[in-house]
T-cell receptor, first 111, second 113 residues
Framework: TQLLEQSPQFLSIQEGENLTVYCNSSSVFSSLQWYRQEPGEGPVLLVTVVTGGEVKKLKRLTFQFGDARKDSSLHITAAQPGDTGLYLCAGNKAAGNKLTFGGGTRVLVKP | DAGVIQSPRHEVTEMGQEVTLRCKPISGHNSLFWYRQTMMRGLELLIYFNNNVPIDDSGMPEDRFSAKMPNASFSTLKIQPSEPRDSAVYFC???????????FGEGSRLTVL
């Protein structure tokens, strides 16, 4: 059982549709990061959330950190083929601690 | 600016052979991490260093795996002897701090036959 559970594991949608991926845990995290990984490359940071209830927007991507800092979601509006990739959440249980990654959600946006 | 540089990008070897993966972190970053990624287990932390000192190696699978960081600009991950179950993509990442943003290399894809 992973400390951070991501769902769904795989999502296939048409261009223009919306999607939401989830990152859940029974543990409290001091901060949580979202990464996107494209085939043949390493993960790249999208955003870091640190405050319970925080909402951050990055163009068509909206990230939310749960009030209790145990969960997070990523919502993509009007998905485009360029959004295709593996989305990973990663959490820190305390400042200075190592990051723990979730299992990832593989997103495929078809043109 | 150069990012994290890993070599080799691809390695195919036979069971029992020694494998050495190399990493050059981003200059000025104090923390270096080695991860392994497979479809079954996702991204797993193997070991991380702070200021060239190994801090947590609890993710290293067994004694066949070893990692060194002789200086701030170079690290190696060695597998000896290699086994087919070691086949995976191995990522090196560096960070200004142990809990900050991770900057990943492009990975080394290892296939052990």
């Amino acid at each position: 059982t992973q400390l951070l559970e991501q769902s769904p594991q795989f999502l296939s949608i048409q261009e223009g549709e919306n999607l939401t991926v989830y990152c859940n845990s029974s543990s409290v995290f001091s901060s949580l990061q979202w990464y996107r990984q494209e085939p043949g490359e390493g993960p790249v940071l999208l955003v870091t959330v640190v405050t319970g209830g925080e909402v951050k927007k990055l163009k068509r991507l909206t990230f939310q950190f749960g009030d209790a800092r145990k969960d997070s979601s990523l919502h993509i509006t009007a998905a485009q083929p360029g959004d295709t990739g593996l989305y990973l959440c990663a959490g820190n249980k305390a400042a200075g601690n190592k990051l723990t990654f979730g299992g990832g959600t593989r997103v495929l946006v078809k043109p | 600016d150069a990012g994290v540089i890993q070599s080799p990008r691809h390695e195919v070897t036979e069971m029992g052979q020694e494998v050495t993966l190399r990493c050059k972190p981003i200059s000025g970053h104090n923390s270096l991490f080695w991860y392994r990624q497979t479809m079954m287990r996702g991204l797993e932390l193997l070991i991380y260093f702070n200021n060239n000192v190994p801090i947590d190696d609890s993710g290293m699978p067994e004694d066949r795996f070893s990692a060194k960081m002789p200086n701030a600009s170079f690290s190696t991950l060695k597998i000896q002897p290699s086994e087919p179950r070691d086949s995976a993509v191995y990522f090196c990442a560096s960070s200004p701090t142990s809990d900050g943003e991770l900057f990943f290399g492009e990975g080394s894809r290892l296939t052990v036959l």
